[in-house]
């Protein structure tokens, strides 16, 4: 099935390559060892532009969800943004397909050296499926990519497969050498298991690890550059140097430079919104202050030519082992068969990790949270999903719910990093209580947890939180955790300068940012749609231009690169002529896919919530103190989302609009409108998009997947007659050719004298 889908697909791309930094999409079977490549031809490119708006086209077009995600045809596939190892800081590759952890959209985005060096290997996208006959290691050089076999690093994880990579391919990371790469979790299907993109690096939330583990494949490594031709080559670097002057001269690019993302640990904590012990508290320790990480810092580190260099390396053996905690960690560790002292030196943590595997799991030193950091690093485990796994069995442990006889004897008291860190190991092998945390936000209803422990789990779309940061305060913090395509995230809309007090004090400079007027009180709800949306769009944007979040404009700062800047530089490079309001446009574009994407996945409005905790449960101290959600007002910002994004009641694109990205995305729509006595669906209408030749192929693929209608179809009391493009027929129906653009009406005809189409009605 998904190779006829990749044959159908293949029609609709091209040959040619369609500007001059184009790089190829590779369809790659890994049961059959083949590789088609082909282009985006460029009426695509001007909608999705690239990276992971171009991932969305292929998705939307492959993902069949009768399948479940781990079914090697569903697609793993991989994405450089338009201006990725071309634009300073755009160093960064998308991740797509169909969480097995959240059973929504997985899309996750990472830096490091790998989509740099794809995309001046010649190559934009991988598209990956079938699952290869034995573990894959597939090798890209100059431009081609071989097969190789992967049996020997099989088991690896991420300390020792870098290691082993670097000697067998003679290379070295970063200069020569770039890979993604599964650890043992991603191979056992661990669903908190990313893909790590470096040593530290990952594609986290939604489990790509056991994704890319059910194809069998271990990881890609590209070795050495290809330089890329420019459409006006003399414009590319001075463009570069200003781009990387400009976010260098913020002050968020300086604090980032020193200290990395922990600096927004702070801000966080003194305003009661750090997620705490699972949320049930909003504030911790300042002894997790990133300064408090300085003594641990030995140096920084980044991305593909990135200047900003946020990365902090770690090196805890300046307290080891007179610091009796982390002495006595680093014995159990060694007890449990590990080599403990490993994880004393690494790279990161991020905030979210911080906060993830601090306050949310009671840990209250730095250097503990450093070397949990590093053990996931090396396990392949995404923090933010362990972390917040970790707490929600924590709570369900402190209520009860579940006790030592469930955890194997493990005492998951809060701070108890012993525990925390035997739990990883055995997550990672899916052993003893292991099994039910690689189970992920799943572990109900695979059977671990009663049902019960649901009302505990912080999640949205079934997604475990990414970001520390409690949102019951800052309203609109809270609608884009909501909103999220990709669930409990805010790395897709979160409008961080909510807690700018400049911006808050001036609000005909923040109406002019965000578009439109928005409340200068944080804790309002007032415009706070106008400011997601506007921070969504710009996302979504920049991850199809390959820019870093932490430098795109209105994430931590106003004054970042945005789309004035991208605008240029894929002129320079590409030499395509977009303008601001046509990026913009893009950017709706890839929401309104996802959106899409999502609802044929079972998500729609219900699920664009935040946890009830929020709704339910004040904030208990601090500025803010009694702050909680207000149902009716979040449901009213939601609705003015809505209508802000033109989606309709369920959050999916109105009618007219999905119309128009159906024929884009998919080249070809028939909508039918149904009676709401028959069946009740959003707008009153289905669209289909897979070629329907007649009305009676149509009415079959109906039945098929509404039982209702095959019902009123099948009832004699309820005969269906039928309008296309406004012309009515009630005989020969079954026989009606269809064409791509018909809009076809079922009219119910009563029997027994009720309303019937007029007879003239041909
Ligand atoms: S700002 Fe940091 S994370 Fe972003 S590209 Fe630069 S080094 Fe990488």
Redesign the pocket.
Known sequence: MIRERVDRLLRRLTTERQFPTQGRTLFIDLERREVRPAYAPRRLVDVFLGGRGLNMFYLANLLDPSLEPLNPEIPLIYGAGIGTGII?????GNLTSWSPDSRILLDSNA??YFPSFLKLNGIDHLILYGRAANPTLLYITGGDLEFRDATPFWGLNNIDMRRRMAFEFNGAWERDLAMINITEAGERGVRIAGVMAGPK?LHARGGGGAKMGSLNLKAVLVQHLLRLDYAYPAKVSPANRDIARQ?MNTGV?KI?HER??PFLYKPSRQIWAMATKNNQETVWLDALDSENFDPFRPDM????R??????PMNDVTSVYPDDADLAELVRHVEALGYNGKRYLKGDGPEYVTVGKLGPNIGMTKPQIVIYLNNICNDLGLDTSATGGNLSWAMELYQRGIISTKETGGLDLAWGNYKAVAELLFLTAKTEGFGRVLAAGSGAVDAGFYPPEAVKYRMTVKRTMQSDPHDARILKAFALGLAVSTRGFDHLRNRVTLEINARINDEPGYKARLYGGPVSGKPTSYEGKEIAVKACEDIYAVGDSVGM????TKLFNSPNLPGYEQFVEQIRNAAGLEYDVEHLQAIGSNIRGIERMINYSLGVSRKDDTCPERWFEEPVRGGPYKGEKLDRAEFEAALDRFYRLCRLNEQGIPTLEWREELNRIVFGYNVTVRIPRAILVVPDGAITVTQETPTMGALLDRLSREYPLLRKALEDEDSLVNVAINDEMFVEGIRDLPLRDGDRVELVQAFSGGGRRPPAEGK
């Open positions: 300073p800081s755009a160093s960064r830096g490091d690096s976010f690019g980032l990395g993302t580190n980044g991305c593909f990135c200047p900003v260099n946020c990365r870093c979040r932490f430098t």
